[in-house]
């Protein structure tokens, strides 16, 4: 076997093994999100499936150079972290799965054309099993989630919805029959809604509306504007109740601000965000953070997560990584899937979820390496 070969397939079977970890779920006892058997095989597979991604690939220094802020707000976010570690607690230590998969940001990764063509191909062929993965466990009603989300191999519906879009929007790129690409993206947006997780299927929506030419986009906001005024009429309709309720506390709190009614889901988001007030209680928590006297405040949303956390001057240096890499995104060939991720990062702390941060680290890879060579790589076929 050659060594071009055999690195293949290490690449090959660390991502299978990374974008698949969470189907252990299915051997535990898993209770919405949680499960008891969360110990330490899970850090050692996904320790191993790094180690198989990066195993060929040696540190790319222009990588380094354009993720520099990324890098140092990981390495002091980390820093503060270690710091507050033996006197504080927290929710979870899910934001070690940031940290696992840093190799990537470094430039230990995918970071040239060849490697993400594989890394796309190599996604749609697992989409393709996920789809009979999640139909079967949805038919014989042995869905992880009450109600029968679809989660892939990823485990959380929302971290899966978001994975679909990065799917869906690569699906154009590699996809060259026009026929066979329908039927993949029809696959696609319909795992989208049967993942039930309303942010994704709310930015999915968005960027599709975006991507029509400007009349289009005008009649379609007359249509809308029609249908807002008829939608207590319209969510009677719905036939699932997990997105009536849904739908309903999120328009009965942009109405009255009121949660006591609402959803799980949108309650205990809203009351993440009022987090943010308390940054003002003190000079130090400002500067850096440590709201709730955790050594990581987690909860759903990434921008609020990382500003309680961490204080506002490293949230800031957050903020002007986003920037930058949106400026340069607008000229890739997936510049849709960084305004989703800018979206996404409201009400979900997507990177704490495994292995998303594989995901956006590659995909920031991707952007950087498009913008170095001044041109797309990857001819848009929509």
């Known amino acids: 076997m050659s ?39 899970k850090i050692i597979l ?30 002091i976010g980390g820093f503060l972290v270690c710091l507050r570690f033996p006197y504080f607690e927290s929710r979870d230590n899910m934001f070690l799965n940031t940290f696992i998969a840093l190799p990537i940001l470094f430039g230990i990764g995918p970071s040239t054309y060849e490697d993400f063509k594989k890394f796309d191909i190599l996604l749609l062929w697992l989409f393709c099993f996920w789809i009979f993965l999640d139909s079967f466990f949805y038919l014989s009603g042995s869905s992880l989630w009450y109600n029968k989300a679809f989660i892939g191999g990823i485990g959380n519906p929302s971290s899966y919805g978001f994975l679909l879009i990065y799917i869906f929007e690569i699906s154009s790129l590699e996809i060259k029959n026009k026929r066979f690409r329908f039927f993949i993206r029809l696959l696609i947006f319909t795992s989208i809604l049967l993942s039930q997780a309303l942010m994704p299927i709310l930015v999915f929506i968005l960027i599709q509306f975006i991507k029509l030419n400007k009349k289009i986009i005008f009649l379609t906001l007359i249509i809308l504007f029609f249908i807002s005024s008829q939608i207590d009429l319209l969510i009677d309709f719905l036939p699932d109740e997990h997105w009536k309720f849904k739908l309903v506390s999120l328009i009965d709190f942009l109405k009255t601000s009121d949660i006591s009614n609402a959803s799980l889901s949108i309650s205990t988001r809203i009351e993440f965000f009022e987090g943010v007030k308390l940054l003002n209680s003190d000079i130090l928590t400002f500067l850096f953070g440590n709201v709730n006297n955790t050594y990581y405040n ?55 979820y495994w292995p998303i941060a594989i995901i956006i680290f590659i995909y920031i890879n991707r952007v950087n390496y498009e913008h170095r060579n001044n041109k797309q790589f990857f001819s848009q076929t929509s």
Do not use: H, W
Request: hydrophobic share 50%; net charge positive.
């Open 3 to 41: 060594v071009r070969i055999k690195n293949t397939f290490l690449f090959i079977l660390g991502v299978i093994l990374a974008f698949n970890l969470m189907l252990i779920n299915y051997l535990g006892d898993f209770n919405e999100g949680s499960i008891d058997s969360e110990g330490g095989i």
């Open 46 to 75: 996904k320790i191993i499936s790094i180690s198989l991604i990066c195993s060929f690939f040696n540190v790319n220094k222009y990588v380094i150079k354009s993720n520099y802020l990324f890098i140092c707000f990981f390495l």
């Open 298 to 352: 987690s909860g759903d949303s990434q921008y609020v997560t990382y500003i309680t956390s961490f204080g506002v001057p490293l949230f800031l240096l957050f903020i002007l990584f986003l920037i930058k890499l949106y400026v340069k995104a607008k000229s890739s060939s997936l510049k849709y899937f960084g305004l989703s991720l800018v979206l996404i990062f409201f009400t979900n702390r997507i990177l704490d």
